[in-house]
């Protein structure tokens, strides 16, 4: 084998109430990474596509061979690789676009060295990547962007990562309006402290979310969507974001909650039937702002990351 | 019918990560109440047994009439009865002794009048009585004493509780040492903020608990049974509290936390095989600090509270 493409998916974290715990992978969109060996050691990142230039070529800086060098590192390996970029996701947008792509490339680069690790043991490298892509070695894009489904990320100390279920029809739809928000500016505006009540109304939302998704009732998931502690703050920056939640539910969503540090907002649904109803709701109230949006719909990846292609 | 009694089992409320949102039952332990019909109307305390003589009999103070006559006020019902109560819970422990004689009360005055109420419907009665006894209508003693498993009170406006799965043979043991903590002094020691860190760790685990409720994964409930906001302050007022968590892990509980507001402390373990373990260690932590212990052990009840006699 000299060559290989993999596929991984975007990723929606926090989920609402699971503010920094909780993560999905959606199928709709993601990125590819193709990894092919080359005869000297070291790590070349050969072309990037799909990110009007803004991604850095440099081996220190990219994220796919950063993930990539800390696997090779932890092998004790000087294998060469060149490595080939395809952006299937906006950058800087809350999907998640840094994870999916290092998981690409490590799930890529592990399979061209035979595979020496299992697959869920490919986390820490990538986590790497996300420290030098965001300044903070989360796993709540990484974990379900490589393993797929609703994950939980319960502890980092020591790592403590969770498949959850995930019922059967949930569907997702991503609204993206055209602006880009900083990861640092939307942490900026957290609390470092919250009252002891906020507190325990979110741990009583995540219990109902697990809950909702383990007994795939649908009610409880919408019901537990609410985020007393990130998203009170974290809206104010997303021009239009109460309106569409007002909207999207009268549209048919169970709820809706900021990807990851956003602008992107997700909805969760049951079945892919209002989709397009809640898609619709949406662009309505940006329309009426002005400001453009687009929007995705899609069934909750369970798989994760892929093989594409292998040569 | 005449006459009814029913019994109604101990809780352990909080739940370690679970403060104030989650509350499970145990068969061990229980109050019985009996209710009888009278021909003139209003509620009589006639007896109160295994209570040394400190509960009240006044019908407004007693939280088995209290109970009542709040189901009754929702009827618009002049139905008298006398109310027998019986104690098996120590007074004070942290083993939901006010919640489980308003729930037996309830259970027993609502088949006598012929189940004008099913069975969770109740709730509001019973928490009508917590707030009485306690100072707050807290539904998470009430709530799995009258409901069974383990329960998750979501939400208080509205009520949303909802009963989580039990893992088969999930044994639970309580230490009661021996000495009183009032609630009051339990709650005053708590801080009304948490850090926005402490408040995720504590989601993480939670999330944890369901998770591993649902899995049957007792490793993971053991790892998730971690409680970073009320237990440091109130494990202060509760003497040999660490060393006890440290000699019950030892001796194979999955782990440990305080029973409602203590001083009463749980283990779960898998099985009941530990159980005796878990109390000779605990024992011995006692021992050497000259303090009584009692112990019990009990698998979780699942059922709630239920009729013993009606005639």
Avoid: W
């Amino acid at each position: 084998m000299k060559s290989v493409k993999a596929f991984a998916p975007a990723t929606v974290a926090n989920v609402s109430c699971g503010f920094d715990i909780l993560g999905f992978a959606i199928d709709a969109m993601g990125d590819e990474v193709e990894v092919r060996l080359k005869d000297e050691p070291g790590l070349v990142v050969v072309s990037i596509e799909g990110d009007e230039g803004r991604l850095p070529y440099e081996v220190e800086k990219n994220t796919c061979a950063v993930a990539i060098q800390a696997m090779l590192d932890e092998m004790d390996s000087q294998v060469g690789m060149e490595i080939y970029l395809k952006k299937g996701l906006p950058l800087g947008s809350g999907m998640g676009s840094s994870a999916a792509s290092a998981v690409a490339a490590l799930v890529a680069a592990n399979r061209l060295l035979g595979e020496p690790f299992e697959k869920k043991n490919l986390l820490p490298f990538a986590m790497a990547a996300e420290k030098v892509a965001c300044g903070a070695g989360h796993a709540d894009n990484v974990a379900p962007s490589l393993l797929g489904g609703f994950v939980l990320i319960r502890d980092y100390h020591p790592l403590d990562v969770i498949k959850l279920h995930v019922p059967h029809g949930l569907h997702c739809t991503l609204l993206h309006p055209h602006f880009e928000l900083k990861t640092s500016d939307s942490r900026s505006v957290l609390r470092d402290n919250v009252s002891l009540k906020h507190s325990t109304i979110q741990s009583g939302n995540v219990a109902g979310l697990v809950t909702g998704l383990f007994q795939e009732d649908f009610e409880l998931i919408g019901r537990s969507l609410r985020d007393v502690i990130a998203e009170p703050y974290r809206a104010t920056l997303i021009p239009g974001f109460y309106e569409t939640k007002e909207a999207v539910k009268g549209a048919g969503a169970l709820g809706m909650g900021i990807s990851g540090s956003g602008p992107t907002m997700f909805t969760l649904s049951k079945g892919e039937e209002k989709s397009q109803a809640i898609i619709n709701a949406a662009q309505q109230v940006y329309d009426s702002i002005g400001l453009g949006v687009d929007s995705y719909h899609s069934a909750i990846n369970t798989r994760g990351a892929y093989i594409l292609e292998e040569k």
